[in-house]
């Protein structure tokens, strides 16, 4: 199947192909040695090596583990099957891969599991786990270790179009009815004549301020949310709409984190736009980042977990789609200073570059940014 001269990608058979949904299928991934299966938190990713159509370097693609840390024998991913090939379905070409050329017995390589996107076991604050279409793998794997090894209350609330392409309801559902305190909220946008007709869902539509509200107060909730960039703007917004500290909301998408924070309209009420106050003066020992790109010379705020959070924060849109060192899409031009790592990019990065994503400043640094 596909093969790699990289050592840090190990080989992996597909144990199992589930088809999860009309458009969702979850692959079982064994370690061919048993000792490359790593332990991981619920809401990581792998990253797999998959061929290029035409032959040369393999391409790089993360999936979200769906299974639970405890099953230390595989990893799960369960990955939606994208319409087409067209070049501007990044994620495309990988996923009909798996779905139409990967089949059970195959080998796969994988390196992992990576990601900032998991569940604080440390708090024992109820949670929300709001997700949108395929979003949901993430957040079904925290379900079951909220279920498994915690009493903590926990509302699961999906959005997606209809019941065809609901995927792990069965086993959401199971998880939801292991234990008291776990509450589960399904909203279909397009609700079958058959989802009608079983009563599969609990609210038409989009999630709305309405619908949360009826659910349950907010006060002091951890909220994970996962979904396509249009759910998790508007979810954004509408949950620091309604008082939600940010520091409580934890999320995941690829695109730009600044789309969260646009004005969106959610059932005809626009919601607040979360702006930005401006940095306070500059102790003298501060350090400093300088955008040449944009004439911009910013104040190091210690609290942003990289550089690509605080440009963000400040207005900046360099491209990026990991967010972990892996894709090396965030590699931007570093004109002077030094940076430190907080995670280990997949591959070295070139001098006179920087990863965003998983470093901060050492030093002040000077950058030459292109915002594509």
């Not at 209350?153 to 234990?179: M, P, T």
């Not at 626009?270 to 400093?288: G, I, N, Q, R």
Request: glycine share 6%; with cysteine; proline share 8%.
């Amino acid at each position: 199947m596909s093969t790699t001269s990289d050592s840090r990608f190990r080989p992996f058979k597909v144990a199992r192909k589930v088809r999860e949904s009309a458009n969702i299928t979850s692959f079982y991934l064994e370690p061919v040695d048993p000792a490359h299966w790593r332990s991981f938190e619920p809401g990581q990713f792998l990253t797999l090596q998959v061929p290029q159509p035409s032959g040369g370097v393999p391409i790089i693609r993360n999936y979200t583990v769906s299974s639970s840390p405890a099953d230390d024998k595989y990893y799960r991913i369960t990955v939606k099957r994208e319409a087409s090939l067209d070049p501007a379905l990044p994620h495309g070409i990988c996923s009909l891969w798996l779905h139409d050329s990967v089949g059970e017995g195959a080998l796969v390589h994988v390196d992992g599991p990576r990601g900032a996107f998991k569940l604080n076991l440390s708090s024992e604050r109820p949670v929300i786990l709001l997700s949108g279409g395929v979003g949901l793998t993430p957040v079904v794997s925290m379900l079951k270790v909220l279920a498994e090894v915690t009493d903590r209350k926990v509302w699961f609330i999906h959005a997606c179009d209809n019941g065809d392409v609901h995927a792990l309801r069965q086993e959401i559902d199971q998880l939801a009815a292991s234990r008291d305190g776990i509450k589960v909220h399904y909203c279909y946008r397009f609700p079958s004549e058959e989802d009608i007709a079983r009563q599969s869902f609990h609210s038409t539509g989009f999630v709305s301020r309405q619908t949360l509200q009826q659910l349950q107060p907010f006060d002091d909730y951890e909220i994970y949310m996962c979904g396509p960039p249009p759910f998790m703007q508007a979810m954004y917004n509408l949950l620091t709409d309604l008082g939600i500290d940010r520091t409580r909301i934890v999320y995941e998408f690829f695109g730009p984190a600044s789309l969260l924070s646009m004005t969106t309209t959610i059932n005809s009420e626009p919601v607040k736009v979360v702006v930005e106050s401006s940095p306070s003066p500059a102790p003298k020992d501060a350090l400093t980042i300088e955008v040449r790109s944009s004439g911009k010379r910013l104040i190091w705020d210690d609290t942003a977990d990289s550089l690509l959070s605080f440009l963000e924060s400040h207005g900046e849109n360099p491209p990026f789609s990991c967010r972990a060192g892996v894709c090396a899409s965030c590699l931007q031009d570093l004109v002077s200073g030094d940076v430190d790592y907080v995670e280990d990019p997949l591959d070295e990065v070139p001098s006179g570059k920087v990863l965003l994503c998983c470093c901060k400043p050492a030093t002040s640094i000077v950058l030459n940014l292109s915002n594509t």
